[in-house]
């Protein structure tokens, strides 16, 4: 359980690289290809050279090439080829809740039907259905893809866990039973923003899927020290979740003197949005690319809120999407549980920010709230 800025990245490596050194050989599942870049560079930074025996592999490729390709002939005999990336369930008719014809899971003799799986030329994997396929793999051949990998790596690594879902955690609780090394799985679950697939089984929540790892004889382990933000940030982002999760205790006890004029959390009022992002030039975070077009000057630095994922800022300005906006005003509120995204999307955006973070809040809003509000004038008098 790797809390924003606990340097789980760091710890993957390093104890990769003791495995390493110890003859083993070593593969590491991710899900964003910006976190398999970054563990790539990691890695050859801290070891000094590439290694074979240090493999990282995205999600799906991890599917098609160790779980499903070599097995493939238990359930289809044409080889495949690739991946077709669905971002919404291919089998349903566009923009309506209609089935298309013929592509039930299994055909009238029960034998599996390809084109619930794949492509219609039935050379390409549907990643929608990947981790299902390669469940229906592992217990068609009793789980073979298990013990071939647990033959080639000594130690086998899942990391950012939190964005997987429902048939993910069939594979994982196949891989954990027939694997003879334990597996190690990373992750924040308040850091779910993507979703490996779409669908309804379970488990979709963060407790669910807490659960599940706990019913699949995982042990917990929970790093809460964050190296990245100052304590009043982290105090912010806790009550984000509050309760839920182990307090964060903050790693950074030094503030350089260039950001020591302006520290902690503070409400910025929409009409002084220009002025401070000109006196701070704070990475502005929001929620999608159409967020604050006619509030944010041209020149305001902004990510989405997913996108920042994994990266830090000195200072940080976030625009409250609507379904955000009461944990800024009273923060007693929580969260409705059908809105984790919101929720979620929040915690990220907050640890993001090492010394400062601002929230934008209409001015009629601002005054009162627990959050000191900003000021122009006194902090363009500081800059003269």
Request: with cysteine; charged share 25%.
């Amino acid at each position: 359980m790797a809390g924003a800025g606990s340097g789980k990245t760091h710890k993957v490596i390093i104890e990769s690289i003791a495995e390493i050194e110890r003859g083993g050989k070593v593969l590491v599942v991710t899900y964003t290809t910006s976190n398999q870049q970054e563990l790539r560079r990691r890695f050859l930074e801290v070891f000094g050279t590439h290694s074979d025996r240090f493999v990282v592999k995205g999600l799906f490729s991890f599917y098609l090439e160790d779980m499903v390709r070599p097995y493939q002939q238990v359930l289809f005999s044409r080889r495949i080829d690739g991946i077709c990336f669905n971002q919404r369930n291919p089998h349903m008719k566009p923009d309506s809740t209609f089935m298309i014809p013929g592509r039930a899971e299994q055909l009238d003799d029960k034998s599996y039907n390809p084109k619930h799986f794949l492509s219609l030329c039935e050379t390409k994997a549907h990643t929608g259905f990947l981790a299902k396929l390669a469940s229906r793999i592992m217990k068609a051949t009793k789980n073979s893809a298990a013990v071939r990998l647990g033959e080639i790596y000594t130690q086998v690594f899942f990391d950012e866990v939190q964005d997987l879902i429902g048939w993910d955690y069939e594979v994982l609780k196949g891989l954990s039973k027939a694997m003879p090394t334990p597996i190690t799985c990373v992750g924040d679950f308040r850091q779910t923003v993507y979703e490996t697939t779409f669908g309804q089984k379970a488990p979709k929540t963060a407790a669910d899927k807490i659960a599940a790892f706990k019913s699949m004889g995982f042990v917990e382990e929970a790093l809460v020290l964050n190296r990245r933000c100052i304590q009043p940030i982290c105090d912010v982002a806790d009550a984000v979740h509050k309760g839920a999760y182990e307090a964060t205790e903050s790693a950074v006890k030094e503030t350089p003197p260039e950001f020591a004029h302006h520290l902690g959390t503070f409400i910025v009022k929409e009409s002084d949005v220009i002025e401070y992002i000109k006196v701070f030039d704070p990475m502005v975070l929001r929620w999608s690319v159409t967020s604050g077009t006619k509030l944010l000057p041209a020149q305001a630095r902004c990510y989405n809120f997913g996108a920042s994922k994994g990266l830090g800022f000195e200072r940080v300005l976030v625009l409250p999407a609507e379904s955000q906006l009461h944990f800024v005003l009273d923060g007693q509120k929580p969260f409705p549980a059908k809105d984790e995204t919101a929720q979620n999307k929040m915690y990220v955006a907050i640890t993001r920010a090492r010394f400062s973070l601002g929230f934008i809040v209409q001015d009629k809003k601002a005054e009162g709230l627990r959050f000191p509000v900003w000021t122009a004038e006194p902090q363009k008098r500081d800059h003269l």
